[in-house]
C-alpha cells in the first residue's frame, strides 16, 4: 500500500492522532492528558455514543438515517431502571432495555417499509413518540435502582481492576469488531451494502430491501437499547429526559468516519474513531478549561472539514 | 449464424392491464436457443411491459408462457433467475460500492451458515468473467470506479452468472460509446455461439441489422408481425411499427425561405471538444449538425449558450454575443434558446407543472410587477399544449406524469413561448415514441416557416435528411463547410464523421 493509499484508507486514524497530538501539546502536560485516569475517563464517557454509531453506522450504510437514537436510549435505560426498581433479575431488566430498543427499531422499519414514509421522518416521528414513552414509563420522573452489577456497566474505574476499563469499553470494541466482520463476511452485511448501495439492483437479484430493513433497524435498536442500558448504569438512575440531542453526536460520528449518508459506504472503524474524536477534542478543551461553546464550534467544524476531505478524495479517485 | 432450432421460450396470447390502460394486448413470441431476437416497437408500445412479464417482476393477466414447452408461473425475480431468465436493464443496475465479484454473484452467493466462501466467491466469479476480456475488470474493483462500458459488461456477467438460457436486452446500447457497442456485439455473438437465446430490444434498426437473427414488432401492446431480419427492409419494419409509411413523417421542405443571417459564428473554440468552429444560420431555415457522439457536437452548443467558456466572435441579430456577466441568461435575452440533450437532468424540472416549465426560462413575460399572472400563464400553455399535440391532464400537470415523448414536447415548448429567434436543439427527439417525434417535427417546421433559425443536433441521420435545408458533419471538434442537405448522402456525411475522408468539404 503506497503512502496516498494509505492516507485515504485511513485519513480519519489521522485525524485522531492529529487530535491528540495537538492537545497533548497545547494543554503542556502530556503526562496528564495521556494518564490512565484521563483516558479512562474518556473511554468511559464515548461508550454510549460508541454502542450507537455502530448500529447507526448499519442504518447509514443500508441508505438510512435514525433521528430517534436519544429517545430510545432514554426510553431503554428506564425501562431497565423499572424493571431494577420493582426486583427483577437484573439479566432480566437489561434483557427489556434491549427488547425495548428492537422493537423501536421494528417499528420505524415498519412505517419506513409498510407506510413508506422515508427514514428521516419516520425517525423524526419516533424521536418525539419514545421520548414521550420514557417520560410516561418514569412517570416525568427520575427512576432511582437498586445497586447491582449493572451499575458496574460504565463505571470509570472498573471494580476488576485487571479490566483496566470499563466493562462498557470492552463490551463496545468487542462489538465493534464482530459486526465488522458480520459486515464484511457475512451474505447479510453483503445484502446491507448492497441495498444501500442501489435498492432496486438489490431486488432484481432477489434481496428483499424491506426484509433487511426489518432486520437492520431491529438490530440497530439492540445497539441503541445498550447504549441506554450504559447510559443508566453510569447516571445509576434512569432518567427519561437524558440523551436528548445524542443522535446527532452519534451521526457525527459515522460521517466523520466516512460513511456517506446517501448509503453504501462506511465502517464500523472509521466510526469508532469518530466517535474517539469527538471525545478527545470534548476532553482536551475541558482541560484547557475552554467555554463550551469553543467545543461546540470546533466539533462543528470538524464535521465539515472531514466530510469535504471525503469528498475530495472520493474525487481524486474517481480521476486517477 | 449458427442453426438455431429448440424452442426455449414460449409466449402465447400474454394480457396485462393497469387499471383502464392495456399494456399488452395478447403477444405472441417464439424464441430459440442460439438465436437474437428483436423486440421493436415505438415507445409506449409494451415492449418494458413485456419484458418484466419474461422476467418475473409482472405477473400477466392472461396466457401462457411456456419453458421448454412446461408451462411455468414466474411469481417473482428470483423465480425467473432459477429458471434461468435474466434481464439487463436499459440504465445500468449495478452496486457502485462494491466489487466486481460481489455484484456479479449477489443474491446466490456461496456461503456456509451465512457466512461468505470467500475463495468459492472468486473464484465462480473469475469463471463468468472469462469469457469477457476487458483489461479495467477485476473481481476487486470497485464497480463505481469503472468505465461505463466496463460496467455494462460487469451486468451481463451477473446476467450471466447463474444457468442463464434466456438474457433480455433492454436497450443496451443507450450509455455506451461506439466501440464499445461493436465490443458488445461481438459478446452477444459468443452468447449465440454457446445457445444462450437473447431478446435484444433497440430503437435503432442499425443495431437490429447487425446482431438480430429474427424479430418481432409490437404495436399497442400487440405482436403484429415479425420474421427474419434479413428478410425485410428498414422501411417495411418501422411501416410495421408506426403502421404507416416512413416518408410520411417529415414535414415538406418545400416553401420555406430563408432570410438573413441570424446566428453568425466565426471560430468558436472551447477547447478540448470544440476548435475552430464557423457557421453561419439564416432566419427561416434549419441547420443540422451531424457527427458521431463524443465529437464535440454538444459543446458547440453549449458554447453558443454561454454554458461553457469559449474563444471566437458570436453575433446574434446582428449584434455582438455577450461576453460578460451570467452569459446563459445574457444571450437567451438575446434571442437564443436551448435544450438540452439530457431532458430529465437539464430540459425539465419534473416535479413542476407543464404551464411552469413552458414559462421557465420567460416567466417575466407572464408577469405583472413580479407576481406571474396565472391566468396569463394558463392560457399560453393550453395554446401550446394545443399546438404540440401534448396528451395531458391539463396545464397543471406534473411534467413527471407524462410519457418521454410528451416530456420533450414541453421542453420544446419552452423555447417557443420564450419566443427565441434561434433554437439551439440537442437531440430533439432522442427516446421518444414515433408518434411524438412526427408531432416534434412538425412544430420545428412551423417554428422555421415563422422565421425562426434552428440548429438542430442529432445521431439518427434520416431525421437530419428529413428535417434539415442544410447540413454540417462534426469530426475530432472541427466543424466541416456547411452544405444543402440534397449535396450530402448518408455515405458522404458518415465519411466526414468518421475521418475517413479529410473533410472535403473545405476543399470543395
Given at each position: ?18 487530535v ?22 474518556i ?23 435514525d ?15 423499572v ?59 427520575t427512576?432511582?435502582i ?15 481492576p ?10 463496545a ?84 468516519g ?5 448509503g453504501?459506504e ?55 | ?109 456461496s ?43 460487469v ?98 421542405r ?31 431555415e ?35 454575443a ?7 441568461a ?15 437532468r ?5 416535479s ?134 440534397e ?22
Amino acid at each position: 500500500m503506497n503512502f496516498r493509499a494509505f492516507v485515504s484508507r485511513f485519513g480519519y486514524v489521522i485525524g485522531l492522532v492529529a487530535v491528540i497530538a495537538i492537545f497533548a501539546v497545547l494543554t503542556g502536560a502530556p503526562e496528564r492528558y495521556l494518564s490512565p485516569h484521563n483516558l479512562r475517563v474518556i473511554l468511559a464517557q464515548t461508550v454510549t455514543v460508541a454502542i450507537s454509531a455502530i448500529g447507526m453506522t448499519m442504518i447509514v450504510v443500508s441508505g438510512g438515517i435514525d433521528l430517534s437514537v436519544g429517545s430510545t436510549i432514554a426510553l431503554s435505560g428506564v425501562v431497565t431502571a423499572v424493571g431494577l426498581r420493582d426486583g427483577w433479575p437484573p439479566i432480566l431488566a437489561v434483557a427489556m432495555g434491549l427488547v425495548t430498543g428492537a422493537i423501536v427499531g421494528v417499528v420505524n422499519a415498519l412505517s419506513i417499509t409498510r407506510l413508506k414514509v422515508i427514514p428521516f421522518i419516520a425517525t423524526l416521528g419516533m424521536l418525539g413518540a419514545a421520548r414521550g414513552a420514557a417520560k410516561w414509563m418514569g412517570d416525568e420522573k427520575t427512576v432511582d435502582i437498586p445497586a447491582t452489577w449493572v451499575n458496574e456497566i460504565a463505571v470509570t474505574v472498573p471494580i476488576v481492576p485487571w479490566l483496566m476499563f470499563a466493562p462498557g469499553v470492552w463490551i463496545a470494541a468487542v462489538l465493534a469488531v464482530v459486526t465488522t466482520v458480520v459486515l464484511r463476511r457475512t451474505v447479510f452485511g453483503r445484502h446491507l451494502f448492497a441495498v444501500g448501495s442501489n435498492e432496486s439492483a438489490a431486488r432484481s437479484c432477489g434481496i428483499s430491501p424491506e426484509r433487511m430493513k426489518m432486520w437492520i433497524y431491529g438490530i440497530a435498536g439492540v445497539f441503541f437499547g445498550l447504549s441506554g442500558v450504559a447510559q443508566m448504569s453510569r447516571l445509576r438512575q434512569g432518567d427519561p429526559t437524558v440523551a436528548v440531542g445524542t443522535e446527532l453526536d452519534v451521526i457525527a460520528a459515522v460521517v466523520i468516519g466516512g460513511a456517506s449518508l446517501s448509503g453504501g459506504e462506511g465502517s464500523i472503524g472509521g466510526a469508532m474513531v469518530g466517535a474517539l474524536i469527538m471525545a478527545f477534542l470534548r476532553n482536551g478543551s475541558q482541560q484547557m478549561g475552554w467555554p463550551t461553546y469553543v467545543q461546540e464550534t470546533m466539533i462543528g467544524v470538524i464535521i465539515v472539514l472531514a466530510v469535504a476531505v471525503d469528498r475530495l478524495r472520493a474525487r481524486a479517485r474517481a480521476q486517477g | 449464424m449458427t442453426s438455431a432450432t429448440q424452442t426455449v421460450l414460449t409466449l402465447a396470447g400474454i394480457r396485462k392491464a393497469f387499471g383502464p390502460t392495456r399494456a399488452l394486448d395478447g403477444v405472441d413470441l417464439v424464441l430459440r436457443s442460439g438465436e437474437v431476437h428483436a423486440l421493436v416497437g415505438e415507445n409506449g408500445a409494451g415492449k418494458s411491459t413485456l419484458m418484466n412479464v419474461i422476467a418475473g417482476s409482472l405477473r400477466p393477466d392472461e396466457g401462457q408462457v411456456l419453458l421448454d414447452g412446461k408451462p411455468v408461473t414466474l411469481g417473482t425475480a428470483s423465480d425467473a433467475r432459477t429458471a434461468g431468465i435474466a434481464l439487463i436493464h436499459q440504465e445500468l443496475s449495478l452496486f457502485p460500492h462494491l466489487t466486481v465479484a460481489e455484484n456479479i454473484l449477489m443474491g446466490f452467493e456461496s456461503a456456509r451458515a451465512g457466512w461468505l466462501d470467500a475463495e468459492a466467491n472468486r473464484a465462480r466469479a473469475l469463471r463468468v468473467m472469462e469469457r469477457f476480456t476487458h483489461p479495467a475488470i477485476r473481481p476487486d474493483r470497485r464497480v463505481g470506479d469503472l468505465p461505463v462500458a466496463a460496467q455494462q459488461i460487469v451486468e451481463i456477467c451477473r446476467a450471466l452468472a447463474g444457468k442463464t438460457r434466456v438474457l433480455l436486452m433492454d436497450e443496451p446500447t443507450s450509455s455506451l460509446e461506439r466501440r464499445d457497442v461493436q465490443r458488445l456485439f461481438e459478446l452477444i455473438a459468443n452468447l449465440r455461439q454457446e445457445g444462450i437465446a437473447v431478446v435484444y430490444i433497440s430503437h435503432f434498426l442499425e443495431e437490429i441489422r447487425a446482431v438480430c437473427d429474427r424479430f418481432t414488432v409490437l404495436r399497442d401492446g400487440k405482436s403484429v408481425g415479425g420474421g427474419v431480419v434479413s428478410e425485410h427492409t428498414d422501411d417495411a419494419i418501422v411501416s410495421m411499427m408506426v403502421g404507416r409509411k416512413v416518408d410520411e413523417l417529415f414535414p415538406s421542405r418545400a416553401g420555406r425561405t430563408p432570410t438573413k443571417v441570424v446566428l453568425s459564428v466565426n471560430k468558436l473554440s472551447a477547447p478540448p471538444m470544440v476548435q475552430d468552429v464557423s457557421l453561419a444560420l439564416r432566419a427561416g431555415e434549419v441547420l443540422g449538425i451531424a457527427g458521431i457522439v463524443g465529437s464535440g457536437r454538444t459543446e458547440t452548443l453549449r458554447a453558443l449558450m454561454g454554458l461553457l467558456p469559449s474563444d471566437g466572435t458570436v453575433a446574434v441579430c446582428g449584434e455582438p454575443a455577450a461576453m460578460f456577466g451570467f452569459l446563459p441568461a445574457r444571450r437567451q435575452s438575446q434571442g437564443l434558446g436551448y435544450l438540452s440533450e439530457d431532458r430529465k437532468r437539464e430540459g425539465l424540472a419534473l416535479s413542476m407543472s407543464i404551464a411552469d416549465n413552458m414559462s421557465l426560462s420567460n416567466f417575466s413575460s407572464l408577469a405583472r410587477a413580479g407576481f406571474v399572472d396565472l391566468a396569463r400563464q394558463a392560457k399560453s400553455a393550453n395554446l401550446l399544449i394545443g399546438s404540440l399535440s401534448v396528451r395531458t391532464t391539463g396545464p397543471g400537470q406534473r411534467v413527471g406524469a407524462l410519457s418521454g415523448g410528451n416530456q420533450q414536447k414541453v421542453a420544446l415548448a419552452r423555447l417557443l413561448q420564450q419566443d427565441a429567434a434561434v433554437l439551439l436543439l440537442d437531440e430533439p427527439t432522442r427516446g421518444v415514441d414515433i408518434g411524438s417525434k412526427v408531432h416534434l417535427y412538425q412544430a420545428i417546421d412551423e417554428a422555421t416557416r415563422r422565421g425562426k433559425a434552428v440548429l438542430v443536433i442529432s445521431s439518427y441521420l434520416p431525421e437530419l435528411f428529413g428535417l434539415c435545408d442544410q447540413l454540417a458533419v462534426m469530426c475530432r471538434g472541427r466543424l466541416s463547410e456547411t452544405r444543402p442537405t440534397e449535396q450530402w448522402t448518408p455515405e458522404t456525411v458518415m465519411a466526414v464523421a468518421t475521418g475517413a475522408t479529410a473533410d472535403k468539404g473545405n476543399a470543395t
